[in-house]
């Protein structure tokens, strides 16, 4: 018996420090992705930090103890809603009026899907992992 506890403990600690590491690399990436928007510092590696967001945002799905109940915090809905109509107004704006083919309709399809995951990083921006808000 005291054995399965402390798996469940090692268990435990192994996904707290897994959702963590995964909080700190998508909030640097999102970070970075919403600064080269703007700067363009670093058009050469947009691809391989949108893959890192994916695999970010995977591992806090998968991570996620408590996830926030949008419908019944609504700051954190706020918080959603402005991050999609953001990231909506960035990526659709470019792509929006120019579908003439089906390549064309497969960007756009990407912009979308682009704007799904930037906006579900978003979505675990609120929900602090436990160790960095004992270091708060």
Not at 23 to 48: D, E
Not at 79 to 104: E, N, R
């Amino acid at each position: 018996m005291r054995n399965k506890i402390e798996e469940a403990d090692r268990k435990e600690d192994r996904q707290d420090k897994v959702y963590a590491l995964a909080y700190v690399i998508n909030g640097l990436t999102l970070t970075v992705l919403i600064l080269n928007h703007y700067l363009n510092f670093l058009p050469k590696v947009t691809g391989i930090l949108n893959l890192v967001l994916v695999a970010a945002v995977i591992a806090l799905y998968l991570a996620v103890k408590q996830p926030v109940v949008l419908y019944e915090n609504k700051w954190s809905m706020l918080a959603i809603l402005a991050a999609f109509l953001y990231f909506l107004s960035i990526g659709l704006t470019t792509t929006a009026g120019s579908i003439k083919s089906s390549f064309d309709m497969g960007h756009w399809l990407g912009e979308v899907t682009h704007v799904l995951i930037l906006t579900s990083s978003a979505y675990f921006l609120p929900q602090v992992p436990e160790w960095l808000k004992k270091k708060m």
